[in-house]
């Protein structure tokens, strides 16, 4: 999941990515969480990421993310009041991913886990409290370690080996 100017996410089962019927699956920062809310870059109102992405925060601010953080740290309560409530629809977002998916693992990256270090420790904390106890036995949440300048290339590349790899292999067993 990358959690960064915007939200999004990738599925994968079984080592295999899962495209949808319109490649376009795991767009969870448009799942609508507020039938009244904030106005989304996609035309309706009150997507995940219209509120809880760094540019939907920027405009609830009123300033640049880097500033937000800043000021939370220095205890401004209402920028640490935006990003805590963020931390936590995040948190139960992924935790309902989990529980749909009953999945063992989520994996997170982006922007906003790099500026604000405390993110991370934020969302395994809530997620505790979101997921359904039968998933939260198999189920962990890492942050990603590869760079995230290289991520897209890499991602890419790894799509295209994978695709070969199980066509050479559907090749193999009709042989
Ligand atoms: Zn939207």
């Not at 540019?55 to 601010?61: D, H, M, P, S, T």
């Not at 890492?142 to 760079?147: L, T």
């Not at 695709?163 to 009709?174: E, K, M, R, V, Y």
């Amino acid at each position: 999941m990358n959690l960064g100017s915007g939200i999004g996410s990738a599925i994968v089962n079984n080592g295999k990515l899962l495209r949808g019927s319109n490649n376009i699956i795991g767009e969870i920062g448009h799942i609508v969480i507020d039938p009244n809310g904030y106005p989304c870059d996609c035309g309706r109102k009150g997507c995940l990421q219209a509120l809880h992405c760094i540019n939907g925060l920027e405009r609830r601010a009123g300033m640049p993310f880097a500033e937000m953080v800043t000021l939370a740290q220095r205890k401004d309560a209402g920028c640490r009041a935006l990003l805590e409530q963020t931390a936590d629809v995040l948190a139960m977002w992924i935790a309902n991913m989990a529980n749909l998916y009953n999945a063992p693992l989520a994996v997170v990256y982006g922007q906003m886990l790099d500026e604000w270090g405390e993110m991370f420790p934020l969302l395994e904390e809530k997620i505790g409290r979101y997921i359904w106890t039968p998933v939260k036995g198999n189920f962990a949440i890492k942050e990603s370690q590869i760079p995230r300048d290289k991520l897209p290339v890499i991602a890419a590349a790894s799509v295209v080996l994978t695709d070969a790899l199980i066509s050479n292999i559907d090749i193999a067993q009709t042989q």
